[in-house]
């Protein structure tokens, strides 16, 4: 047990006073033995020797009145140490006042193990995190005005234990830590409070984990730690570390020492540790587009809880913790920065030279943009990734920013999502080209755009780029359909006349028919295979279609039919319904092209 407070005392610098035998006994003195025998009286009743049933009564549980009176008894007896020090310092009475003090430490050190033991539950860190420490009272001092029996009965009666237990703890600290006995009380406070977090971190699933096993986990097993860890620091940051700050502060709060930091470090340091470790392992990993969004996660639960992170581990102990928490947070910057750049340079590397059957959506439109769309859900977070990165200024005629002055970030983070879209449209350009057919290229360069088109519109991009961006890109699915429609459908429309009700012979006529039907039937053959993915606009082209072809065709075949059937190949319903089943894909050519060889046999509309 150490002797702090008898060494303070005996060693106190006084004067000389003559011995007590010559001394007259003053009131002081009388007051003096009076509070030492007061002291003795509670000090040895309580002092913890187990009962017959092996267990050991407690002092701070049931009456208040008791446990104030004992607290007030050891200050009293350390009052009356000093004052027997300044008079003799050698005097019988004062080994035996030193004497008591030990017992009365050893009780102390009894009862607050017990209360941090017994009171686990109400101790935990939520309930302790939810109540500010502004809202407890300043200081438990003067511990016999804290509590009234009532006050204490009530408050257990409210479920509010915890602030019992906490103002309990709180002045036998005080008491101990005045009397230079503090070594024993912190080494207990700190292992019963330190298995409490280490026990709390892990059922977070919180782990020492060092980069090379990492580095080594399957990608399933990784996800699965990253899960673990997003739900982790919400927890240990606004609740587990929150909570034990302060308790801390609570507990030893008042002591003109550093009593609190130290306890609050050691019990925390290693947790705080590997929690906010794990993210500088993971961003120091192999690099892959599709860490990306878990990557941002992590940077975001970072950014979210920084502040409340140094607030927390405000100490010079702990500033460690957090230099471990902003390392990671840069770290995992600097991860999403080269994932992006490499982002970039996979779009502009692809070089597949094989066509999408059907001039439909190429896959590398398709996760392009549902990346580019994941992006724009994490704009906030990126603004700050971004801000100072230089990228190639995207050409005017192509994007101009909304007009957002008062929001800048939100403009820089537009232009970086539609330089990327600028790519990848640049990239099916040219992939166009591998078509034989140009109304099949431009039919892939329709379907590709309005997949983007979509995209953005259904998305967060649609917010960042502005009615503009949707103006421009709309206009150009339009002329790539309508250049489709010139290219593909030129050649049947130009097989009929431009006066369909003209008269001409019969010759004439029949010689229009067969033109007619030899280039519908071309048409249908080329196109039963070609698709157009989006349903709205699959039939905006057919109606477009049909509303140049149809009506011209019905013209001439209700002028022209009558002595013409042995050449007439198409009833208007025929022609109505063959164009009705165009732009399906694979699935629909085979009934398309038996269909446009056989006009007898007539398909429902879909």
Partial sequence: MP???????????????????????????????????TARSLITKWDPIPTSNGKTTTLFSNTREEAKQYINAVKRLQSAMQYLVAQDSSSEKLLQAQLLLQVAMKRLELEFYRILSEN???????????????????????????????????????????????????????????????????????????????????????????????????????????KSWLNAIKVAVGTLFHGERVLCDHVFGSAENKIAESCFAEICRDGATYLFGFPEN???????????????DMYEAISD???????????????????????????????????????????????????????????????????????????????????????TPLPESYYRSPNREEDKTSSEIAEQLAWLILVVLCKLDGKAGLYNDIALSYLFLANNMQYVVVKVRKSNLGFLFGEDWFMKHESKVKEYVSK???????????????????????????????????????????????????PKLRDKIKVSIASKLVPRYVEFYEKFRVGSESVIRYSPDDLGNNLSELLYGMEQSDSVSSHCRSPIHRLKRP
């Avoid at 009131?27 to 025998?37: C, G, R």
């Avoid at 993971?282 to 941002?296: D, G, Q, S």
């Avoid at 059957?357 to 992006?375: D, E, K, Q, W």
Wanted: glycine residues 4%; contains cysteine; proline residues 4%.
């Fill in 3 to 37: 002797k702090k407070g008898l060494r303070n005392l005996l060693f106190f610098k006084h004067s000389p006073l003559p011995p007590s035998s010559t001394r007259r006994v003053t009131f002081s003195d009388s007051l003096m033995d009076e509070n030492i025998e």
């Fill in 120 to 226: 686990r539950d109400r101790l935990e860190p939520e309930s302790v995190s939810s109540r500010s420490s502004t809202d407890r009272r300043s200081s438990v001092s003067d511990y016999d005005d804290e509590f009234s029996d009532d006050e204490f009965r009530l408050a257990a009666g409210n479920n509010s234990v915890s602030m019992v237990a906490m103002a309990d703890l709180k002045a036998i600290a005080e008491c101990v830590i005045s009397a230079g006995y503090s070594e024993e009380c912190v080494k207990i406070y700190i292992i019963v409070r330190k298995s409490i977090v280490d026990e709390a971190l892990y059922h977070l699933r919180v782990e020492r984990l060092s980069f090379s096993q990492v580095q080594k986990m399957d990608s399933e097993v990784l996800e699965l730690k990253i």
């Fill in 282 to 296: 993971v961003a120091k990993c192999k690099k892959t587009p599709e860490k990306m969004f878990r990557t941002l």
């Fill in 305 to 391: 809880n920084l502040q409340q992170i140094e607030s927390i581990f405000s100490f010079e102990s702990t500033s460690t913790i957090r230099s471990q928490a902003v390392n990671s947070q840069v770290r995992l910057g600097e991860a999403v920065r080269a994932m992006l750049s490499d982002f970039e340079s996979a779009i502009q590397k692809e070089s597949s030279k094989i066509p999408v059957p059907g001039g439909g959506v190429h896959p590398l439109t398709r996760y392009v943009m549902n990346y580019i769309a994941f992006l724009a859900d994490y704009s906030g977070v990126l603004a700050g990734l971004i801000a100072d990165w230089p990228r």
């Fill in 484 to 534: 489709y429609e010139r290219v593909g459908w030129n050649k049947v429309l130009e097989s009929l006349p431009g006066n369909p009700t003209a008269e001409m012979p019969a010759e004439q006529v029949r010689a229009i028919f067969e033109s007619f039907n030899a280039a519908f039937d071309e048409a249908c053959r080329a196109q039963s295979s070609w698709v157009v993915s989006d």
